[in-house]
Every structure is written in structure tokens, then in C-alpha cells.
T-cell receptor, first 111, second 114 residues
């Protein structure tokens, strides 16, 4: 069964305390892995798309990496405004438009 | 650019009532989607439209219908609402560039079915 699992479910950090969020997947062929940020009461905001193992992308304090079985979202020296739920989604090779989402990691960064 | 807009923002329905959720995008994207988001579950695809004039079922299409009115607009209709359809509904559109695919989501419609 195609599955996307995110861990941890929730993470609390002090401002400046770097950490990583995990997204592991078991899908029949990967056509892209997506990271989104979602603030309470709002729609997901696109962050990154990764396509192949070894690929990395960066945006400000965020860096996404991809292996054959998982992706990591590294947060370097986070600030309180980085507090949000981070969603991972995988587009599979079968079913053109099927995008399987994880349940997200809730990140809280305290001052 | 307004991006992806959705109306209404909130709605309360009684079981059996019908309603249409509206979505529009001003980015000239071909592909549009409807998702629902429920607590403890990932976003799930209801219907999608790869281009104007085409629509296809997603993961959870039962109880819903869609219309791709034109390239900009993609509506979702609940013909006879049920409590199980209480959820937050998101519309999205996507484009593919040389750097990869990007999906843009609307702000969501919060629906409560009593």
C-alpha cells in the first residue's frame, strides 16, 4: 500500500535550535516529493519539489534532501515565525495525478 | 495576482442540503484540484481537472461532483450533504516549470454538516 509517514508528529524547539523533520515513503515509483508549510486556518504553502535521490533544495533556513526511501526537512537556527505544520506529499509513478500526503509535523519554535 | 481564491470561507449545512464550493485561479494553470483535509489524516484528493473540459475522480469522489467551467474556475458540488462531509476543503492549481512542479493552494472552505 502506498504510504507516506511523517515524524515526529510534533516538535518543540528553542529559537536557534536546529533540527530535522522526516518523511518516509513506500510508493510504487516516485515522480516527485513535495514539502509544504501550513499555518493554522490557511492553505498549504509550497516549499520544495524533489525528484531524485541525492537532490537538495534550500530556502532561507530550510533545506530539503531526498533519498530512495525518505526525505528530510532540515531547519537551521529556527525562529518563532517558522512555527507551522510541515506537510510532505509524494506523487507516484502510477496514477497521473495521485498525490499522497502525510499527516504533517507540527513545529513550535519558542523565543 | 490573487492566486487561488475560494468561496465561501465558512458554511453550515443541514443533512440533505446541497451547495457548491467555488474556486478560481488567475495564474493560467491547466491543472486544478479539490482536496479535503480531516484531523489526523493527510489531504485527500476528491477530483482533479488536468485541463479545461476534463475532470477525473481522485481518491474520495463519492458524494461530490465537479465542473471545470473554464480555465480559471473549478467548482465542487455536494448534492446531498452528509455529516461525513464535514471537513476543510482546499482547491489547488499547479504548473510545471523547468525547476519542477509547483502546487498553489487556496485558503480553504470550512464546512460543517449537521
Amino acid at each position: 500500500e502506498d504510504q507516506v509517514t511523517q515524524s515526529p508528529e510534533a516538535l518543540r524547539l528553542q529559537e536557534g535550535e536546529s533540527s530535522s523533520l522526516n518523511c518516509s515513503y513506500t510508493v510504487s515509483g516516485l515522480r516527485g516529493l513535495f514539502w509544504y508549510r501550513q499555518d493554522p486556518g490557511k492553505g498549504p504553502e509550497f516549499l520544495f519539489t524533489l525528484y531524485s535521490a541525492g537532490e537538495e533544495k534550500e530556502k532561507e533556513r530550510l533545506k530539503a534532501t531526498l533519498t530512495k526511501k525518505e526525505s528530510f526537512l532540515h531547519i537551521t537556527a529556527p525562529k518563532p515565525e517558522d512555527s507551522a505544520t510541515y506537510l510532505c506529499a509524494v506523487r507516484m509513478n502510477t496514477g497521473f495525478q495521485k498525490l499522497v500526503f502525510g499527516t504533517g509535523t507540527r513545529l513550535l519554535v519558542s523565543p | 495576482n490573487a492566486g487561488v481564491t475560494q468561496t465561501p470561507k465558512f458554511q453550515v449545512l443541514k443533512t440533505g442540503q446541497s451547495m457548491t464550493l467555488q474556486c478560481a485561479q488567475d495564474m493560467n494553470h491547466n491543472s486544478m484540484y479539490w482536496y479535503r483535509q480531516d484531523p489526523g489524516m493527510g489531504l485527500r484528493l476528491i477530483y482533479y481537472s488536468a485541463s479545461e473540459g476534463t475532470t477525473d475522480k481522485g481518491e474520495v469522489p463519492n458524494g461530490y461532483n465537479v465542473s471545470r467551467l473554464n480555465k480559471r474556475e473549478f467548482s465542487l458540488r455536494l448534492e446531498s450533504a452528509a455529516p461525513s462531509q464535514t471537513s476543510v476543503y482546499f482547491c489547488a492549481s499547479s504548473e510545471v516549470r523547468a525547476t519542477g512542479e509547483t502546487q498553489y493552494f487556496g485558503p480553504g472552505t470550512r464546512l460543517l454538516v449537521l
